[in-house]
């Protein structure tokens, strides 16, 4: 079986900007999450859907928001980049709340 | 908000030594969960607890959770260049609800 894909892998952007990163959870799963990591600290939460619907938001600006199609995939869109918005973005899946979360291997954002 | 704290930051050892990695909350978790994450590659789920004071090994690894659900701990038995990596504790405090990662303990082991 698939595991998470995100696309793409690898993303350069001028600061102002607009990204698109897409996600698609593992076959079956419902919950899926969005974090955001800078080199050498933890994954930092940005979003979580459930069934398609937004079940939490993390300290993030109003300049990223996040859908989860009927599919289950999901986009992260980030407007008006920012130099400190360059980081590895992470989409993970899990089957059901409350269960361990399958990482994609994420997308690597710089913003110049 | 909540906290997840992990110590140490880092941590260097030669292989066949233990390792042990220290996870603490600001506040009660409904579970916690623990991660690795090689060089150059993303979190892989290694476990979950959910009962206070449960125990759990996978072969030379021993999770713990506190009796308070505020503290968790992961051990290594006699370390291998296999483990490799920076392991983090994932603390869920509403069941369903968010996973809130500690900072990591980074694993050296020289052979």
């Known amino acids: 079986d698939a595991g998470v894909t995100q696309s793409p892998t690898h993303l350069i952007k001028t600061r102002g900007q607009h990204v698109t990163l897409r996600c698609s959870p593992i076959?079956?799963?419902?919950?899926v999450s969005w974090y955001q990591q800078v080199l050498g600290q933890g994954p930092q939460f940005i979003f979580q859907?459930?069934?398609?619907?937004?079940?939490g938001r993390g300290n993030f600006p109003d300049r990223f928001s996040a859908r989860q199609f009927p599919n289950y995939s999901s986009e992260l869109n980030v407007n008006a980049l920012l130099l400190g918005d360059s980081a590895l973005y992470l989409c993970a899946s899990s089957q059901d709340l409350n269960y361990g979360y399958t990482f994609g291997s994420g997308t690597r954002l710089t913003v110049v | 908000g909540q906290q997840v704290m992990q110590i140490p930051q880092y941590q260097h050892v030669q292989e066949g030594e233990d390792f042990t990695t220290y996870c603490n909350s600001s506040?009660?978790?409904?579970?916690i969960q623990w991660y690795k994450q090689r060089p150059g590659g993303h979190p892989v789920f290694l476990i979950q607890?959910?009962?206070?004071?449960e125990v759990k090994k996978q072969k030379r690894l021993t999770f713990q959770f506190g009796e308070a659900k505020k503290n968790s701990s992961l051990h290594i038995t006699a370390t291998q260049t296999t483990d490799v990596g920076t392991y983090f504790c994932a603390g869920v405090v509403t069941s369903g609800s968010r996973l809130t990662f500690g900072e990591g303990t980074q694993l050296t082991v020289n052979p």
């Open positions: 076959s079956g799963h419902k919950s």
């Open positions: 607890l959910v009962k206070s004071g």
């Open positions: 859907y459930y069934e398609k619907e937004e079940r």
């Open positions: 506040t009660t978790l409904s579970n």
